[in-house]
T-cell receptor
Framework: AQTVTQSQPEMSVQEAETVTLSCTYD???????LFWYKQPPSRQMILVIR??????QNATENRFSVNFQKAAKSFSLKISDSQLGDAAMYFC?????????????FGKGITLSVRP | DTAVSQTPKYLVTQMGNDKSIKCEQN?????MYWYKQDSKKFLKIMFS???????INETVPNRFSPKSPDKAHLNLHINSLELGDSAVYFC????????????FGEGSWLTVV
């Protein structure tokens, strides 16, 4: 079974600076998808970024980018120019290749605080 | 329009009661899910349905029964509620064979007293 590990429970960053959130996973599959979701205090789950394992290029979405190291099974999220609105819980998640029985497996999450 | 909508958003009920949470998606997806987020904020899948057929049924008490009347709806019925059922329940949907991003509803906060 796949597992996702987020070893840092909390991180803090100064507004306008850059922070990196770590995630590792364990799988025997070669094709899969990785995601970062943001959960603000409202508890809504918001997709931040996704990465297809077959793509070597790291995904980027505005201030958010990932460092995907397939061999190391590492998938970190970098937030540049941090804003107060980035304060939230961030979950790393894994999903097997497309299929009806595919599901998201989540890490335990990391709480990010942003200092003004 | 909200893509994945759940009702109710908040629910406070007494132990022993039976309650339902409804979910609808207007994304045209063929797969829907229920996830539970516990007090430690850990998210775990409970069920998934593909084209109204139960696909994933994790180790969940029999008191939890999902029902999918059509591809756009997946409801969750809970019998004989217990204190430990207090959690946030998320409905979600995706397209099984392509896309692969799973979209979540806003969550339903269930408190059992």
């Amino acid at each position: 079974a796949q597992t996702v590990t987020q070893s840092q429970p909390e991180m803090s960053v100064q507004e306008a600076e850059t922070v990196t959130l770590s995630c590792t996973y364990d799988t025997s599959e070669s094709d899969y998808y990785l995601f970062w979701y943001k959960q603000p205090p409202s508890r809504q789950m918001i997709l931040v970024i996704r990465q297809e394992a077959y793509k070597q290029q790291n995904a980027t979405e505005n201030r958010f980018s990932v460092n995907f190291q397939k061999a190391a099974k590492s998938f970190s999220l970098k937030i540049s120019d941090s804003q107060l609105g980035d304060a939230a819980m961030y979950f790393c998640a894994y999903r097997s290749e497309a299929g009806a029985n595919s599901k998201l497996t989540f890490g335990k999450g990391i709480t990010l605080s942003v200092r003004p | 329009d909200t893509a994945v909508s759940q009702t109710p958003k908040y629910l406070v009920t007494q132990m022993g009661n039976d309650k339902s949470i409804k979910c609808e998606q207007n994304l045209g997806h063929d797969t829907m899910y229920w996830y539970k987020q516990d007090s430690k904020k850990f998210l775990k899948i409970m069920f998934s349905y593909n084209n109204k057929e139960l696909i994933i049924n994790e180790t969940v008490p029999n008191r939890f029964s999902p029902k999918s009347p059509d591809k756009a709806h997946l409801n969750l019925h809970i019998n004989s509620l217990e204190l430990g059922d207090s959690a946030v329940y998320f409905c979600a949907s995706s397209q099984a064979l392509k896309g692969n991003t799973i979209y979540f509803g806003e969550g339903s906060w269930l408190t059992v007293v």
